[in-house]
């Protein structure tokens, strides 16, 4: 068996969703392969070099495949499937967007979202908002993957892959990249941070972060929010966490004035520790939190900011 | 120009599914049944494109028993024009589900697709971009905006890092995400008015395209449930647990 990952990358860095999409392709076992492909994204090659149990880095470095348009990178990517018998990729925004697109031109069946993997041709995946958890067992010759990097603990980066060019150029010439507004923090990422601080409707405004942007401050940790805090103007989608946001399971995950509906527990319940403030001692948040703490969060979040010294 | 809307009839969204004590599967027996939310968005994108005057007709399609009927039915309430239903006791894959919209999209030869971006029972998130592949159509996948331009259309995309922008050739295909607008409520004289628009009914023979499944389900079990904890008393309290107990911080 050969496995091929795409890797997610953005301006040279490879991305730690990679990691965990390596570790998932480490329990299917076999040969694992990394495809990077990008517009000047060399740096990001050596770095999938440097992870654990990658056998080779291939590396498609051209125009077309810049900004990962979903119409040129599945050709790539179908181009390059004839060797292998998985081809796996971190359920993100990206790998969601492209990876159909492989299967469907393979004729073969994607299955979405693996957080375990039970043999080479089966695997566990949440449906109905992670409501119920599916055993599926694919028959198809090329097994279509994504990974929710949640599922998985990174692969370690002790490697020393080597990096081959492929010249392959698809551009199907039916898509073109206007521009982009992405968010700019100095805080860690959502999908990796190790602790995680996140606002509901209870901020009551988009003004009253900034409490947890200090309290994030002195954890290093990443700020989120409910879909209530989003739907509410408070904060960009972007910081959303949940079913129809990010999928998060860091360390410890503090929940502030969030209520706990079904769909933001869905993005977060399996984090390690979870802490509830709230002042409605009945929210379902307390039913999943380790440690809850019923009271206004204006008075007791400063107060945490002061004593995290 | 044609749109085409692809709905979907799920469990509705604030039903607490339960999976079955055999572990077969969810438990679908007298539970109540509605359009996916992604869906309902993407009839209503196509209702305000109609709005605007750039498209003339909404063709809205939907497969599974003849129950699903009703969806078609609440999409023509809401402002489609004419119906399809493609008849099956099959439970359709994303690929099926593909390869039949690209047998109605070659006769239809609709300027635009829209799709919900996910159903939320399955949760796959694929059909659109499979139907792109099978049709070579480009996609504006978790579309947040969606402009029409002259042989083109601009999708606003909700991506990981923000947004993000493409200006695609038409024909081309939409998967909505929620915060592309927000669907209306159909009224009672639409409602009644939908029962007299024309829905057609086919069967995946019709089109000649083999539905049957390629992966298979061993089993469906209830998720692992997390224990509730221990409430403190104070910001202290909670400080020396997470320091002390939990060794987070």
Redesign the interface.
Request: charge should be negative; charged fraction near 20%.
């Given at each position: 068996m050969a496995i091929l990952v795409i890797a997610e990358h953005?301006h040279g860095v490879l991305k730690d969703a990679t990691l965990n999409t390596v570790a998932a392709a480490q329990q299917i076992g076999g040969d694992i392969d990394v495809l990077v492909a990008g517009s000047d994204c060399g740096a990001a090659a050596e770095s999938a070099a440097k992870v654990s149990g990658v056998n080779k880095v291939l590396l498609a470095d051209a125009e077309c495949y810049n900004?990962q348009?979903?119409?040129n990178l599945?050709l790539l990517v179908t181009e390059l499937s004839a060797s292998y018998s998985h081809i796996l990729a971190p359920a993100?925004?990206?790998g969601?967007?492209?990876?159909?697109?492989?299967?469907?031109?393979l004729?073969?069946?994607?299955?979405?979202?693996i957080i375990t993997v039970e043999s080479a041709d089966?695997f566990k995946r949440?449906?109905?908002?992670?409501?119920?958890?599916?055993?599926?067992?694919?028959?198809?010759s090329v097994k279509v993957i994504t990974v929710r990097t949640t599922g998985f603990d990174a692969a370690a980066t002790e490697g020393n892959a080597t990096v081959e060019a492929i010249g392959a150029v698809h551009d199907?010439?039916?898509?073109?990249?206007?521009?982009?507004?992405?968010?700019k923090s100095d805080r860690p990422e959502l999908?990796s941070a190790r602790?995680i601080i996140s606002g509901g409707r209870g901020m009551a405004n988009g003004e009253n972060f900034q409490m947890l942007e200090r309290v994030a401050d002195k954890?290093g940790a990443a700020v989120g929010a409910s879909?209530a805090a989003v739907d509410a103007g408070f904060v960009?989608?972007?910081m959303q966490v949940g079913q129809?946001g990010?999928i998060v399971a860091p360390?410890?995950y503090i929940a502030v004035g969030i209520s706990g509906a079904?769909q933001h527990l869905a993005g977060m319940?399996d984090s390690?520790?979870?802490?509830a403030i709230n002042k409605d001692e009945e929210a379902p948040i307390?039913?999943?939190?380790?440690?809850?703490?019923?009271a206004d969060l204006f008075d007791?979040v400063p107060?945490?900011e002061q004593?995290?010294g | 120009m044609k749109v085409l809307v692809a709905v979907k009839r799920v469990?509705d969204y604030n039903v607490?599914?339960r999976?079955k004590s055999d572990e077969s599967g969810?438990d679908l027996a007298n539970v109540k049944m509605a359009m996916n939310p992604f869906c309902e968005i993407a009839v209503e994108e196509a209702v305000r494109l109609k709005e605007k005057g750039v498209v003339d007709e909404i063709i809205v399609v939907s497969m599974g028993p003849k129950a699903c009927q009703e969806q078609i039915r609440t999409a023509l309430a809401l402002g489609a024009d004419r119906g399809i239903q493609i008849e099956t006791d099959e439970e359709l894959?994303?690929?099926a589900v593909?390869k039949l919209l690209a047998k109605v999209v070659e006769e239809e030869q609709p300027g635009l697709v829209v799709l919900g971006k996910q159903s939320?029972?399955?949760?796959?998130?694929?059909?659109?971009?499979?139907?792109?592949?099978?049709t070579?159509?480009?996609?504006g996948?978790?579309a947040?905006e969606v402009n029409m331009a002259d042989g083109v259309v601009?999708v606003t995309?909700?991506?990981?890092?923000?947004?993000?922008?493409?200006?695609?050739?038409l024909p081309?295909i939409v998967t909505t995400?929620?915060?592309l607008n927000e669907p209306r409520y159909a009224s009672l004289p639409n409602i009644m008015k939908a029962k007299r628009k024309p829905l057609d009914v086919k069967t995946p023979a019709d089109y000649g395209v083999d539905v049957s499944?390629?992966?298979?389900?061993?089993?469906?079990?209830?998720?692992a449930q997390?224990e509730?904890?221990?409430?403190?008393?104070?910001?202290?309290e909670?400080?020396d647990?997470?320091k002390n107990e939990?060794k987070?911080?």
């Open positions: 953005e900004h348009l979903a119409e599945s993100t925004t990206t969601k967007n492209f990876m159909p697109r492989v299967a469907a031109a004729d073969v069946a994607q299955i979405s979202d089966t949440p449906i109905y908002a992670g409501n119920a958890i599916a055993t599926v067992q694919s028959g198809d199907a010439g039916v898509s073109s990249f206007v521009k982009e507004a992405l968010a999908t602790v954890l879909r960009p989608n972007d129809t990010k360390e410890l079904i319940k390690k520790y979870i802490v307390f039913q999943v939190a380790d440690y809850g703490l019923v007791v107060e945490l004593k995290l | 469990v607490k599914i999976v969810v894959e994303s690929l593909a939320i029972d399955s949760d796959n998130n694929q059909t659109g971009q499979m139907l792109g592949a099978i070579g159509m480009p996609q996948t978790f947040s601009e995309r909700e991506i990981d890092g923000g947004l993000q922008t493409l200006s695609l050739k081309a995400d929620l915060r499944p390629r992966l298979k389900t061993l089993k469906v079990e209830a998720p997390r509730a904890g221990i409430l403190v008393s104070s910001v202290d909670l400080v647990k997470l939990a987070v911080i």
